[in-house]
């Protein structure tokens, strides 16, 4: 069992700031990639941003120069900082982040993929 907790969404006026936190805990052997999604209501999940073991960081177009993506391998936890927020950030956020549970697993490459329960992000005047 692989547990992640998201915290830190709100409700925030433009041009405020939030930082989101996704703890992973439970049948962990090592963690590969983690990532934050966004959903709003009637469209498609998208990636917002995600990083490597390594902290290597990739972002969408939109979030590039306002979001900052970290993680903390000692603690299994990935950050997600959110500055000058805008209206159209608006959405529900969710952390993902592959994990391999024993030695076997990560030899093998073999990641399973888990998703937190998703936290709300309001921008709004």
């Known amino acids: 069992q692989v547990h992640l907790v998201e915290s830190g969404g709100g409700l925030v006026q433009p041009g405020e700031s939030l930082r989101l936190s996704c703890a992973v805990s439970g049948d962990i052997f090592s963690v590969n990639v983690m990532g934050w999604y966004r959903q709003v209501p009637g469209k498609q999940r998208e990636l917002v941003a995600d990083i490597s073991s390594g902290g290597s960081a990739d972002y969408s177009e939109s979030v590039k120069g306002r979001f900052t993506i970290s993680r903390d391998n000692s603690e299994n936890t990935v950050y997600l900082q959110m500055n000058n927020l805008k209206p159209e950030d608006t959405a529900v956020y969710y952390c993902?982040?592959?994990?391999?549970?024993?030695?076997?697993?990560?030899?093998?490459?073999?990641?399973?993929?888990?998703w937190g329960q998703g936290t709300q992000v309001t921008v709004s005047t």
């Open positions: 993902n982040v592959d994990v391999a549970s024993d030695y076997t697993d990560y030899f093998r490459e073999k990641w399973i993929a888990y």
